[in-house]
C-alpha cells in the first residue's frame, strides 16, 4: 500500500469570501477531501471483480476495503485476505484510489452481482433490493462488558480531541473505539461515517484482533442501522453516538445484542436498547 496521503489531500486548500459582522474578507480555507475509492477483490486464479465505488476521504485505504468486505459479510476474518494492493503508480495519478483485495479462496461473482453495492459519503450503502440483502448473519455478542455513566460521558470529548483532520475542515466524521474504561484504542475520520467505521473495523481487522468484544464504539453522527449492523459483525456489545437513532438502528440494535446509546452530549445521554451494559440503574 502507499503511504498515507498528504495533509492537502484531506483537508484541501481554497479561498473563501467570509462574511462576518456586515464585514467580507478574504481568507483560506480547508474543505474535507473527497474522492472516489474502486473496491475490488478476486480469489486466486480469478480476474479481479467490481464490489463498490465508495465517496471517502484519502488515507486508510486498505482498512477502508477489509473492512467493507467484512461488515458487509463478504470475507469472515483475516485469515480470508491473502494481499491487499492499490493501483500502479505508473499509470495512475492517485493509485489508493483503486483497491485490490486479493482473496485466500475463489469468489463467486453471481453473489457479488446480486448485492447491489452502491455506496456515498452521505448514506452508505444504498440501493439494495431489500432489507434481507442488507442483513449479515452476526455471531451472537457476550454479556460484557458493563459501563460506567461517566465513562460514556468522557468519550465525545476524548474522541473530537483525537480529530486531527476535523481541527482543519470541520468536516469530516469519525469512528473511535475505546475500552471499557474510556482509554481511546484508535480512531478513523472520513467524510462519510459509514467509511469510518470501516476504516475503523479493517484496522482491527488486519491487526488480527476481532472479535471487538471488550470494546466501546463511539460515532460522531447519527446511529443508523447500517452502522449497527457493521458494529454487530466486528462483535462490539456498545455502540454510542453524539445523535439520535433511527427507529430501524434500535430494532437491529436490539436484534442483535448491540447496547446502543444515542444523544450521548453534555451531561446526558439515552439508552435505546440492551441497556443491561450500561450501569444507569432504573428509574
Known sequence: MTDQPSLDRQATRVRVIAWRAGVPHEREDRLAGEEPMAIRACGPGQDPIDIA???????HEAE???????????VAG???IAAIEVADPATSANPDDEVLVRLCAPMDPDGVATRNFVATASCGICGKASLDQVQVRCAPIPDGPVVAPQTLLALPDLLRAGQAVF???GGLHAAG???PD??????REDVGRHNALDKLVGSRLLAGELPLHDRILLVSGRASFELVQKAAVAGI??????SAPSDLAVEAAGRLGVTLVGFLRGDGFNVYARPDRV???RA
Do not use: I, Q
Open 78 to 80: 483475516r485469515e480470508d
Open 167 to 169: 481541527g482543519f475542515t
Open 182 to 187: 474510556g482509554t481511546l484504542v484508535a480512531l
Open 237 to 242: 456489545p456498545v455502540l454510542a453516538a453524539v
Open 53 to 59: 465505488v465508495t465517496m471517502r476521504t484519502p488515507g
Open 177 to 179: 473505539l475505546f475500552t
Open 279 to 281: 450501569s444507569v440503574g
Open 64 to 74: 477502508l476495503a477489509a473492512g467493507f468486505l467484512l461488515t458487509e459479510g463478504l
